[in-house]
């Protein structure tokens, strides 16, 4: 099956960019997703089709998608900001049939 | 306004089973695919199950699969989880979601959420 890889944590001071980052086979050939997931919360779309924003998501929230890997960035990251971020793509080890939607593990996001 | 409800969750003993419920407003239910996303206490995201929005076609985590089915009736705007054979490790918070376009493209409607536990 498909797996999807991110670091347990990451830091960032306020005001800094904060990248957290997606890594999975191929994964710059399909379209990936990130969500937010506060504690207690439902989770929140941020990114979809890699770089796409959904309104109502703050300009300050980017994604990239390449090769390997797929990256949230987070630009001029604030306190309101701390949270589970979880990435999302699809199952491609089956060709022929859907394979189904994988989420990778989740980062956990600080704001020092 | 777009809104999801969930509803069903229950406390059941090992082996039994469990319907869960989302009730779906504010948008044209038929248009969207839907998912089911579990997260299990102290642990990640999990997506358990999809269809598609007009076809039916169904999708299954092989965690799942054999056990639990997913279905929908667009005339009612409502969508189910039919769980059998329940495990401990279904225990989670489980989460109607819309699917943005087609299964596996974002999903950007979510709802509060209901709290299965399995347990003897």
């Known amino acids: 099956s498909y797996e999807l890889t991110q670091p347990p944590s990451v830091s960032v001071s306020p005001g800094q960019t904060a990248r957290i980052t997606c890594s999975g086979d191929?994964?710059?050939?399909?379209?990936v997703s990130w969500y937010q997931k506060r504690p207690g919360q439902s989770p929140t779309l941020v990114i979809y089709?890699?770089?796409e924003r959904p309104s109502g998501v703050p300009e300050r929230f980017s994604g990239s998608n390449s090769g390997n890997t797929a990256t949230l960035i987070i630009s001029g990251t604030q306190a309101v900001d701390e949270a589970d971020y979880y990435c999302?793509?699809?199952?491609?080890?089956?060709?022929?049939?859907?394979?189904?939607?994988?989420f990778g593990g989740g980062t956990k996001l600080t704001v020092l | 306004e777009v809104q999801v409800l969930e509803s069903g969750g229950a406390l059941v003993q090992p082996g039994g089973s469990l319907r869960l419920s989302c009730s779906v407003s504010?948008?044209?239910?038929?248009?969207?695919?839907m998912s089911w996303v579990r997260q299990a206490p102290g642990k990640g995201l999990e997506w358990v199950s999809a269809?598609?929005?007009?076809?039916?076609?169904?999708y299954y985590a092989d965690s799942v699969k054999g056990r639990f089915t997913i279905s929908r009736d667009n005339s009612e705007n409502t969508l189910w989880l039919q769980m059998n054979s329940l495990r401990v490790e279904d225990t989670a918070i489980y989460y109607c979601?819309?699917?943005?376009?087609?299964?596996?493209?974002?999903?950007?409607?979510w709802g509060q959420g209901t709290t299965v536990t399995v347990s003897s």
């Open positions: 191929e994964l710059g050939d399909q379209y």
């Open positions: 269809i598609s929005g007009s076809t039916g076609d169904t």
């Open positions: 979601a819309r699917e943005k376009a087609a299964v596996g493209y974002g999903m950007d409607v």
């Open positions: 999302q793509a699809w199952d491609s080890s089956t060709v022929v049939v859907f394979g189904g939607v994988v």
């Open positions: 504010g948008f044209t239910f038929s248009f969207y695919a």
């Open positions: 089709q890699n770089n």
